[in-house]
């Protein structure tokens, strides 16, 4: 269950440990998503200077990693502890196959959110490990935390303030995400234990504790109470930190680069508050001769022809325009004013909703994801939601427009960056039936990066996402769904899956011949696909 403490935990050990000297390495990696994992086990070449970790590949960074760990005869003296933080269903297949398998040397942390998984982890290898299940606190460890947090005296508190203690974190299920935020709370806006007990005695229960997914009842009330007190003040200071909160309610809750928002809405700015930036596009690289000869000859003539295809598109740009009200103006100019955006993140850091991160170059926001929920459902009405998903699409798609090619490799640091917030974006899409061919073509181009850095089966996802969205929008038959055809019949091979990529090339070429013509540069590149799986 979110919000127990599993990762301040698993932080807490790792830092003791190291004081300890029990360990000269650890190592902390996300591993909320598949590419977030691959990431962490790349980087781990970097912090212990590998010889492989110029290595551009991706899949062989992660092999070169477990390597390096399964090493025991060289780190006889170096002993390490590997921290997988919120492994989930998806991503526990995938860590089984790029953990180590053996090192006495080393130790492995992992947390999750859900018990079967925890289970199905503790069975790895043929050995049997044990893991520990995690429950709210007792009330008194819970007013304990409230007291510490807030710092507040409990000897001076008396029986009376230590009852009124006992009550708040009774009424807010004694989560620790909660009992934190409500501890937060009173020391951000200076009431007392006394103050905050009424305030969560006067709420009106089937509205404030209305949820929408499916966490209990009693956990949905905990979260809300707390949070509608944090919200309720933020809306009260600016409108324009409420409006920053909007945006990142629907992007991925874990590093979201501060400098992604900024040239989102700096390329949304056009004379008449759209976009001056030309929508990116995506044709199928059967290898690299065919490419040389096909792609740049055409290459202007079909990105002008690809970017003003049909009315769809059109549409989709004059509808994105036209949604552009105060809010995302009040948004724009706040992340244009260095400062003031600074301010109103410490504010929100202050509230325990945001936290700011930076490595000295790029700073980044991380909010947790029941705070994302809670945004979602107390800071904007469900007419509203929509209409902030769609800026939220648009910064992120125009932000992604800025890097010249994903598939060269001096742009794969960038485009890393983007691809868990371009997945997160698209199951909002989907859950809230929001269709947008800005979205498709970026989604397009992040499935052409992840096939040319070698992650074919995370390209293979993002592929057939596309196809699907293009054959519901534009139909079977337009020139941007046979792209996407073709380039799900490029990873295919790819991968050695031979007969389905055959399938698809031919459906693209009959389909091509019979709607553009035989001779169309776009059959003939068609052919040219279908020759490459043929040959191969």
Same mark, same amino acid.
């Given at each position: ?74 780190? *006889? ?127 009106? *229960? ?49 590093? *979201? ?66 949604? /552009? ?45 029941? /705070? ?133 090339? /031919? ?30």
């Amino acid at each position: 269950m979110p919000g127990l403490g599993k990762t301040q935990l698993a932080l807490k050990h790792s830092d003791l440990a190291f004081k300890e000297q029990r360990y000269s390495f650890v190592f902390w990696i996300s591993a909320a998503s598949v590419e977030k994992l691959n990431q962490g086990f790349s980087k781990l070449l970097d912090l212990v200077c590998l010889a492989n970790r110029i290595n551009l590949d991706q899949s062989a960074r992660c092999t070169a990693a477990r390597v390096w760990l399964e090493d025991g005869k060289s780190q *006889v003296k170096r002993k390490w502890l590997l921290v997988l933080d919120n492994i989930n269903q998806e991503t526990s297949r995938h860590a089984r196959e790029i953990l180590p398998r053996s090192n006495s040397n080393g130790s492995i942390l992992i947390t999750t959110r859900t018990k079967h998984v925890a289970e199905s982890m503790t069975v790895a290898f043929g050995k049997q490990h044990s893991y520990i299940g995690l429950d709210v606190p007792s009330v008194d460890d819970a007013v304990a935390l409230l007291l510490r947090t807030a710092e507040i005296d409990r000897e001076r508190l008396g029986q009376t303030g230590l009852q009124e203690a006992r009550e708040v974190v009774k009424s807010i299920g004694r989560l620790p995400l909660a009992v934190d935020q409500a501890a937060s709370f009173m020391k951000e806006s200076g009431n007392g234990i006394s103050d905050v007990l009424d305030i969560y005695r006067s709420e009106q *229960v089937d509205q404030v504790f209305e949820w929408e997914n499916d966490l209990s009842q009693y956990e949905q009330r905990s979260v809300m109470a707390t949070f509608a007190s944090a919200l309720r003040q933020v809306e009260l200071m600016s409108p324009e930190t409420g409006d920053l909160l909007r945006i990142l309610a629907f992007l991925d809750p874990e590093s *979201v680069p501060v400098d992604m928002l900024k040239e989102g809405c700096v390329e949304m700015q056009g004379p008449d508050g759209g976009s001056t930036a030309s929508v990116p596009t995506t044709e199928a690289i059967p290898n690299k001769s065919i490419k040389s000869r096909i792609f740049h000859r055409l290459k202007g003539k079909m990105s002008r022809r690809m970017a003003n295809s049909t009315s769809v598109n059109r549409a989709q740009e004059n509808a994105a325009k036209e949604v /552009v009200d105060d809010g995302l103006q009040r948004l724009r100019q706040l992340l244009g004013t260095a400062v003031e955006l600074q301010k109103r993140v410490q504010h929100l850091q202050r509230l325990s909703l945001v936290v700011q991160r930076t490595d000295g170059k790029t700073a980044t926001l991380w909010l947790h994801d029941l /705070v994302q929920m809670l945004l979602r459902m107390k800071l904007m009405e469900k007419f509203e939601r929509k209409k902030w998903l769609q800026y939220a699409i648009r910064i992120t798609c125009k932000a992604f427009e800025r890097i010249e090619d994903p598939r060269s490799p001096k742009h794969w640091v960038r485009c890393e960056k983007f691809v868990a917030h371009i997945q997160a974006v698209q199951m909002h899409a989907e859950k809230y039936g929001v269709d947008s061919v800005e979205l498709l073509n970026t989604s397009s181009w992040i499935a052409s990066y992840l096939s040319a850095c070698g992650q074919y089966g995370e390209a293979v996802k993002a592929n057939e996402l596309t196809l699907v969205g293009r054959k519901k929008m534009l139909g079977t038959e337009h020139p941007d769904t046979l792209t996407s055809m073709a380039n799900l019949a490029s990873t295919y091979r790819n991968q050695g899956r031979w007969k389905e990529a055959e399938e698809l090339d /031919v459906q693209v070429m009959e389909t091509s011949s019979r709607v553009l013509g035989e001779e169309h540069p776009d059959t003939l590149t068609s052919m040219a696909n279908l020759a490459s799986t043929f040959w191969n």
